[in-house]
Nanobody, 120 residues
Framework: QVQLVESGGDLVQPGGSLRLSCTAS????????MSWYRQAPGKERELVAA????????NYADSVKGRFTISRDNGKNTVYLQMNTLKPEDTAVYYC?????????????WGQGTQVTVSS
């Protein structure tokens, strides 16, 4: 079955950095684009960054452009989110996501999430 396991969340001071990892299994990782989402308390889940299956195309939410970098290692079935110059408003649970075609329908798969807290 499809599994997405995130790690790397932590408490960090404003201006600090973190790198999140998401290791995938149960599907052909190199064939699919991957995304990172986040959800802050009381807010809707939002797209943070996405990367194409080969890694050649990326896109970012305006709020993280220039600070976050998404990347992937298809040999390790892992997608990363490097987060620099973190701000308190980046505090959220971060989720890894993949959309797969299953029985003619697009199905969203999510990891369990990893908590990122930016606070002094």
């Amino acid at each position: 079955q499809v599994q997405l396991v995130e790690s790397g969340g932590d408490l960090v001071q404003p201006g600090g950095s973190l790198r999140l990892s998401c290791t995938a299994s149960g599907f052909s990782f190199s064939n699919y684009g991957m995304s990172w989402y986040r959800q802050a308390p009381g807010k809707e889940r939002e797209l943070v960054a996405a990367i194409s299956n080969g890694g050649g195309s990326t896109n970012y939410a305006d709020s993280v452009k220039g600070r976050f970098t998404i990347s992937r290692d298809n040999g390790k079935n892992t997608v990363y989110l490097q987060m620099n110059t973190l701000k308190p408003e980046d505090t959220a649970v971060y989720y890894c996501n993949v959309r797969l075609l299953r029985v003619g329908q697009i199905v969203n798969y999510w990891g369990q999430g990893t908590q990122v807290t930016v606070s002094s």
